[in-house]
Every structure is written in C-alpha cells, then in structure tokens.
C-alpha cells in the first residue's frame, strides 16, 4: 500500500453511505453502490489472475463478496452496454444501440420513454448519483442524466471528450465546469477523474441515513488514451516493463477531443490506470468501513465492455482477456464477459463464486427487487437476487443476446454452454453462424458448426427473433466512435 500514500493527501477524506442490515425489517432497502469501470478486461483485475498489475482493494472487495465468473456486459462499447445496463434490455431492444455522436457535444440521447433503473430507485425514495462519463444525451436533450432519474451528475456528458483525462471543461448537472488550467486541451493539474472522485466522495458524505441512495460511479479509467499524474502510483511501475512508445496527437491549441497523446511508457501508464481505479475503490469500502456502514451496503464492481487497442493499448501483454477470445467490439468472450463482484456482508457469503450466466440487462430488475418496488414490463432481464444469497432457487435465462453495429453489424446468442456468433450480419439474417462449446471451449478456439448444423441453425434463429430493427440504429450503419 505504500505506492498509495502520496496520491492519497491530495485527494478527499474519505466518505461512506448508509444501508439496511441484513436482520433489518423486510420493509427497509439497502443503499446501491455499483462501480464501472471503463474498457477494464475480464483478466484486468486480480481476482482474475491478473499477475502485472496490482489490484488489492478491488480484490479484497471480490474476497469479501461473490465473484460472478459468467456476468456478461450489454454489449462490446460504451454506449449501448450502458444503456442495456440503465434500460434492463438487451441490444436488439434497448434504445441506443451504437456509438452515435450528436452535435455540438454528446451521443444520440436515450428516449424518454425509457425507463431507467435510475428512474424506478427515485420512485422507490432513493436519492441518486451519478459520477463519471455518461454518453447517453448531451445537456439540454431527454437524454440527459437529470432527465434519466438522476438527481446529481458530474464527470463528462460526451464519451468522445472523455478519450481526453484532461478535458476543458467537464458538466455538473446543466452547469458547464470550465477548466481553466485545461483551456485549449493543455496537461496540467486538473486530471479528470480526481475531480470526478472527489465529487463523487463529496456526494457519499452528505448523506444522512435517512433515505436509501443509489450511487452510479460510471469511472473512465483505465478507458482510451493512457495518461495519469506522475505520483506514486506511476513511479511504482515505470521501469518494471520493456515498453513500446506510442505517438498520438499531443495536448496543446491544435489537440482534438477525441484524440490519444503520446506516450512513451504506455505499459507502466496503463497498470498506474488501472492501480488508480482500485485506489478509488478503496477509498469507497474504507470510508464505508470508517462510518460502520460497510455491512449495510452492497457494492458492485465491473466493467462496460473488454479491453481497447488504441492510444498504446497492448491487451495482449497483460493477458487483459483473461486468456479470452477478443476485445472491445468483439462478440466474441473477452468483448462482453467481465469481470463482476459483489460485496454484501451479512447477505452475500464471503470468498463465494457462482457461475450464474447473467448480464446488464439484470441489473435494473434486481435493484427493483431490493427496493421493492416493481419493475418495468417491457424488459429482459431476470433478478438474480437470489444468486446474490447463494440459493438455488436462482432463475436461469433461457438465452442471452447480443449485437453490434459497426462492422458490418454483429450478433451472438448463449443458451447454457452453447455460443453462436454471426458476423457481417446487417441485412444477412441467414448468414453463417460460429458456434462454439464453451464447456469444452472457453476460448472459443473450435467452431463445432459443421458436427451441429441444428444447434447452430435454432441459435440463429434466436437471434432473428432477439433483434428488433430500429430506423435509428440501422444494423451495420455506424462508424467507430
């Protein structure tokens, strides 16, 4: 821990929230805390095998909670998972299903039609909060946080802006934030997700015990370009790896938003990220733990999507798959599955694994379920609130799906061990599909179509069914944001 300490007196004291016990009364409902990371990969974290990078507090967090070894994102990039996972729909249903950039600053906003977790929690009585990158409305649309359920949100609006870790400005609620320090895209002090951390921790400690909150922490780390403060953190691992210099497009008058800088020691820059990230978990458990609300609170940590390959990325060295086929925008395992724990004492078991095949669009029905409150009709998820408490009884999927929309549009389906993948699937309902045993096959080496040409057609057909078409998000019409 003492590659910690001197990041530690810049930032805030800690903070926590508060949360039922598990004796409690049926009638009273846990505060939610749940942490996403950004383009973290299944094998990113400790838990996971990690070996490179450490990950202690968000280990720690798995080791006192349940590990989910098959939770699956909502899709393979940013803004769709993102709206599966607020939406409790799967890509074929779910509003937004691409990365679709809006003028002058943000994505394609969510509907207002659509019913977010967010919005079912505030009707339950929760306060709500959101901290990070949204990526789902610019300021001003119907897709705005404030819009969507949330009372409080700081961070970035645009996902594109976010590429950036020093961006010129970033929105509290409807109010521009001007960085000065950060005019014309310049490296200075105000990094980003800092200020991010510090609102976010701000937010845990004005709260009183008296109403439930749901707190979104939607963190970019370790996301798209690699650039962190040169603290401790990253002195702990500059000169630990060989490293292969990156050339981007520098900060300073002519930078774009959505660029990548330079970098010349990526590797020790990425593993400075992501320790980062685990730094910011550990300031959320500790703080809990500081004001005796730990055991009344469950937190979930994952990721959005598998690792990226841009601005110096290199995946492949930190085995940042865990050993997976594929990364961001593949369908294939190491694009969608993540790493996922969930960390409840008095509920959850400490040091307990389950294999229940879950994904995003689980998300909003089980929060309901804890906050007793219905959720909405019209989605696909299933609560796993009992999987949580380790019970048998846990519902299983019939099957889960996915879809992609750059690249010529992509679909895959998973029914028990079974996976099907389609690619070049936009205006091809009957192309060829991959499948592949994952029991037998978790890299998804083998595609076992020609001994299962049945199994491999009847999931084909399932993803016909699954995939509603929608005039906004034609399939195959986006380009890569």
Known sequence: MKIYISLLVCLLPFVGGNVVMAQAPKAARPNIIFILADDLGYGDVGFNGQKLVKTPNIDKLAREGMIFSQFYAGT??????????????????????????VEPEGQQPIADSVVTVAEVLKKAGYATAAFGKWGLGPVGSEGE????????????????????????????????????????????????????????????????????????????????????????????????FEERPYRGADYGPKATDGGYTSQEFPRATFAAMVARLDLYVGQVMEKLK??????????????????????GADPKFF??????????????????????????????????????IGAFWDILPTFAELANIAAPRNID????????????????????????????????????????????????????????????????????????????????????KAHISSSIFPFGSLATN
């Open 381 to 464: 998820g299933i609560p796993f609130t009992d999987a949580l408490k380790g019970k048998v009884t846990q519902k299983k999927h019939d099957y889960l799906y996915w879809e992609f929309h750059e690249q010529g549009g992509r679909q895959a389906v998973r029914q028990g061990n079974w996976k099907a993948v389609r690619l070049k699937a936009a205006g091809n309902p009957d192309g060829l599909v991959e499948l592949y045993d994952l029991s037998k096959d978790p890299r998804e080496t083998t595609n076992v179509t020609p001994q299962f040409p049945e199994k491999a057609k009847e999931l084909g057909q399932i993803m016909n």
């Open 290 to 311: 500081e004001k005796g609300l730990d055991k009344n609170t469950l937190v979930i940590f994952t990721s959005d999507n598998g690792p990226h390959i841009e601005g």
């Open 145 to 240: 946080p404030g819009k969507q359920g949330f009372d409080r949100f700081y961070g970035y609006n645009c996902q594109s802006l976010a590429h950036r870790y020093y961006p010129n400005h970033l929105w509290d609620n409807q109010t521009k934030i001007v960085l000065e320090a950060n005019k014309n895209l310049m490296y200075s002090k105000e990094y980003a997700p800092d200020l991010i951390q510090k609102q976010a921790l701000s937010f845990v400690n004005s709260q009183d015990g008296k109403q439930p909150f749901f707190l979104f922490l939607p963190y970019i780390l370790p996301h798209a370009e690699l650039l962190v403060p040169d603290d401790s953190l990253f002195q702990y691992y500059k000169g630990k």
């Open 319 to 356: 085995n940042s798959s865990g050993g997976l086929r594929g990364v961001k925008r593949d369908l294939y395992e190491g694009g969608i599955r993540e790493p996922f724990a969930a960390r409840w004492p008095g509920v959850i078991k400490p040091g307990s694994k389950n294999d229940f």
């Open 76 to 101: 393979s990039v940013c803004a769709p998972s993102r709206s599966s996972l607020l939406s409790g729909q799967h890509t074929g249903h779910t509003y937004i299903r691409g990365n679709k950039s």
